[in-house]
Nanobody, 122 residues
């Protein structure tokens, strides 16, 4: 089992940067693919970015390409999401999640964090 705890959210202005972190418990973190999802009010949750267990494969939704970077440090059991040039439309609750293999399908993620709020003001 993997327990996930996100941190790093907050209130920022458009154009600012934030780095989200997701700390994972257990020694099996390195065996899981990981993803960052977000859910804005009134919208469905979407996969923002995903990364394979070894970091060699990544995925980004079109709206964040060139602005967000997903990375992981398996030695520290931590997943990151560097978010640059933030826009008001990036406002959402951000969740990290773990899956047995690289995927962007929510249903294939077995473990979820509690979420961290990111609010971008214009």
């Amino acid at each position: 089992q993997v327990q996930l705890v996100e941190s790093g959210g907050g209130l920022v202005q458009a154009g600012d940067s934030l780095r989200l972190s997701c700390a994972a418990s257990g020694r099996t973190f390195r065996s899981y693919a990981m993803g960052w999802f977000r859910q804005a009010p009134g919208k469905e949750r979407e996969c923002v970015a995903a990364i394979s267990w070894n970091g060699r494969s990544t995925y980004y939704v079109d709206s964040v390409k060139g602005r967000f970077t997903i990375s992981r440090d398996n030695a520290k059991n931590t997943l990151y999401l560097q978010m640059n040039s933030l826009k008001p439309e990036d406002t959402a609750v951000y969740y990290c999640a773990a899956a047995p293999s690289f995927t962007i399908v929510q249903a294939e993620y077995d473990y979820w964090g509690q979420g961290t709020q990111v609010t971008v003001s214009s």
